[in-house]
């Protein structure tokens, strides 16, 4: 079954740092995996996505995030960390049955504050 | 284009009532998807329907329903509310066709039962 695992609750930066959020799928087919961000009191808004193609994919607001198949990982960088980026970040992964039904599976969501 | 819409964008109920909460899809989309968030359960999906067909279910018990109708506006139904269901409540619509199509989300109805 695909699953998706977030490392770390709560990451905290300062402004200017790296920003690097971790995240671990487990899928048996080629995954399509996502990244939303969700500011307090608001829908996801997607980042980032990656379906097929290039692994290094860019994103909105400076992030990108690099599929790697053999780690099995899709973390979200972004090399300058900026105040307005505080928010909570969620990896998901696409699953889609034979009757071309879709969900996402979502993993715990990592919880970012940027310290000025 | 208008985003996804949901209405109401907060709800207050008492348990043992029912609740209606409405999804406005982004024009032309014909998937939408329901998902319950709360802070201990994180992010799940309830169910999603295309072109007025419920093509895939969660998890949840029967209390929760849902419909669509022609025009791709959803509404889902949550009877007998209990303390648990406390959430919030988003809505996503998609094309529900082809690979890689993304999901776009409303802000969200909270839902708080007392």
């Known amino acids: 079954a695909q699953s998706v695992t977030q490392l770390g609750s709560h990451v905290s930066v300062s402004e200017g740092a790296l920003v690097l959020l971790r995240c671990n799928y487990s899928?048996?087919?080629?995954?399509?995996l996502f990244w939303y961000v969700q500011y307090p009191n608001q829908g996801l808004q997607l980042l980032l996505k990656?379906?097929?193609?290039?692994?290094l994919v860019k994103g909105i607001n400076g992030f990108e995030a690099e599929f790697k198949k053999s780690e099995t990982s899709f973390h979200l960088t972004k090399p300058s960390a900026h105040m307005s980026d505080a928010a909570e970040y969620f990896c998901?992964?696409?699953?889609?049955?034979?009757?071309?039904?879709?969900?996402?599976?979502f993993g715990k969501g990592t919880k970012l504050t940027v310290n000025p | 284009k208008a985003g996804v819409t949901q209405t109401p964008r907060y709800l207050i109920k008492t348990r043992g009532q029912q609740v209606t909460l409405s999804c406005s899809p982004i024009?032309?989309?014909?998937?939408v998807s329901w998902y319950q968030q709360t802070p201990g359960q994180g992010l799940q999906f309830l169910f999603e329907?295309?072109?007025?067909?419920?093509?895939n279910k969660g998890n949840f018990p029967g209390r929760f329903s849902g419909r669509q109708f022609s025009n791709s506006r959803s509404e889902m139904n949550v009877s007998t509310l209990e303390l648990g269901d406390s959430a919030l409540y988003l809505c996503?619509?998609?094309?529900?066709?082809?690979?890689?199509?993304?999901?776009?989300f409303g802000p969200g109805t909270r839902l708080t039962v007392l």
């Open positions: 996503a619509s998609s094309t529900g066709q082809g690979r890689g199509n993304e999901q776009f």
């Open positions: 899928s048996s087919v080629p995954p399509y």
């Open positions: 990656y379906t097929t193609g290039a692994t």
């Open positions: 998901a992964v696409r699953l889609i049955t034979q009757g071309g039904s879709e969900k996402l599976v």
């Open positions: 024009s032309g989309h014909r998937s």
């Open positions: 329907y295309f072109s007025e067909t419920q093509r």
